[in-house]
Structures are given as structure tokens and as C-alpha cells.
DNA sequence: ATTCCGATTGCCT
DNA sequence: GGCAATCGGAATG
């Protein structure tokens, strides 16, 4: 369905610098595409946190500019990549103006292209046949920040990403209603605990936990 | 220089 | 459900 389609509108830099939650909650049912040399990755987006360091100490902004800050402090529209854990990355999508230190967490997607190349990704060998992945691979190749980006092979180098190039870029994607966002506390963190930032499309496979 | 610990994951009981 | 893996960023000495 989405295969091959290259007829899908970007967001522009004016959706990234909207109002946090609303940019959050807008980004369900998107899609995020990344373009290597060889291979195309795209999946659609069903599970995000949104982050902002002014008010929310779970922010990595909230401490203030440092140079592993930088780019959620900039302008919306750009991948702010972080290593965390010794061994994973994640990657957020910023949000706002200059100054801010705004972000969307991208906690998890569907696979829709570039699927085989997802599995030897996460399952760190080569070659896989896709068809021969059982259910429950199949969901972990995505479910989940850290899996996502090995997934779609996101790591340091890009960090700063202008989302509106053609490397990593975010399209729209199948309406998601109102009623089908679930809205929770956020998972994993041990500040601010209590912000109900996390946002979910009901009932899909691929949402973490 | 040293210490602490994290926006996670996978394996073990 | 518990916990180890693994390392870089930030705070502290």
C-alpha cells in the first residue's frame, strides 16, 4: 500500500512548530520515512511522548543548554537523536521555536516498507526471510524507542536531521479519530512521573507494553 | 578523575 | 516480575 508511494505529502515546518501536545498527538498515523543509498524504511507511527524541558524534569532540556541538548533546543522540524543505556538510541521529533526545548518521543511504529531490511536490523543477521517471522517478531521489530531506531538503523550520526530533506522525513498518513488516541502517563522515567504526555493509537500491536 | 544513572531491552526465574 | 548489559553525559571532588 504504502510501497513505492512517494506521492505523500511532507509535514512542513510549520506543523513541527506548533504547540507540543498538539504536534504529539497529530504525529499518530503518520508517516516516518527514512531514505538510505540502498533502502527505503517507512512506518507508520502509533505511539509518542511529548517532552518539555521548561516545566517537565524528564526533559533532557530541563537542565539547560549542554551540548547533548542541543538540537531539542532548536527550532521544530528536526531529529534529535540520543544514546542511552550504553546500547540503544531513540529519536524525537522536535517541536517549537528556538529557545524551547521541545520534543516528541517516537516510542513506537508499524512496519509498512523496507521490512526484511527491519528484521536483519534488529535480528542482527543477514539474510532474513520476512515471511518466515513469527507474530510476535514481527511486532517486536518496532514496538518499542530503542527498537524502532535499530530498526530503521537511526543512530548518532543522525542527530540534527532537517526533516524536511529527503534522508528522514515524516508524510501524512490515515486520519487517526479523536476517540482512537488513548492518553497515559508516560513509561520509563522516575521525574515528573505524573504528565499524561504519552499518546497511543487504541488497540494497535505495535504500542509498546 | 571518579561516581552516578538513565526517555531500554532481553533474558532469566 | 527481577535484573544485567554497557557507556556516555553531567555532577561532584
Known amino acids: 500500500m504504502i510501497k513505492g508511494d512517494f506521492s505523500r505529502k511532507k509535514l ?3 506543523f513541527y512548530t506548533g504547540e507540543l501536545i498538539q504536534v504529539a498527538k497529530s504525529l499518530l498515523g503518520k508517516i516516518l520515512v527514512k531514505q538510505d543509498e540502498d533502502r527505503l524504511f517507512a512506518g507508520r507511527i502509533v505511539e509518542v511522548e511529548a517532552y518539555d524541558g521548561a516545566v517537565d524534569e524528564a526533559a533532557h532540556t530541563f537542565i539547560g543548554r549542554t551540548p547533548r541538548n542541543e538540537i531539542m533546543f532548536g527550532t521544530g ?6 544514546f542511552t543505556y550504553g546500547m540503544y538510541f531513540c529519536c524525537n521529533v522536535v517541536t517549537g521555536l528556538e529557545g524551547e526545548g521541545k520534543a516528541v518521543l517516537l516510542r513506537a511504529v508499524e512496519p509498512l516498507t523496507g521490512i526484511k ?3 536483519e536490523n534488529r535480528l542482527k543477521r543477514t539474510p532474513v526471510d520476512p ?3 513469527t507474530k510476535k517478531e514481527f511486532r517486536n521489530l518496532t514496538s518499542g524507542p530503542g527498537k524502532l531506531c535499530q530498526a530503521f538503523d537511526i543512530k548518532r550520526e543522525h542527530n540534527g ?3 524536511l530533506g529527503n534522508r528522514i522525513y515524516i508524510t501524512e498518513g490515515e486520519n487517526v479519530k479523536a476517540g482512537d488516541i488513548v492518553t497515559s ?7 515528573s512521573v505524573d504528565l499524561p504526555w504519552r499518546f497511543y493509537i487504541r488497540n494497535n500491536p ?3 507494553k
Open 131 to 133: 515471511a518466515s517471522l
Open 185 to 191: 502517563k508516560r513509561i520509563g522515567i522516575t521525574k
Open 12 to 14: 512542513t515546518r510549520e
Open 117 to 119: 531490511s527491519m528484521a
Open 206 to 208: 505495535f504500542v509498546s
Open 77 to 82: 522540524g528536526f531529529l534529535y537523536v540520543y
Open 161 to 163: 536531521t532537517d526533516l
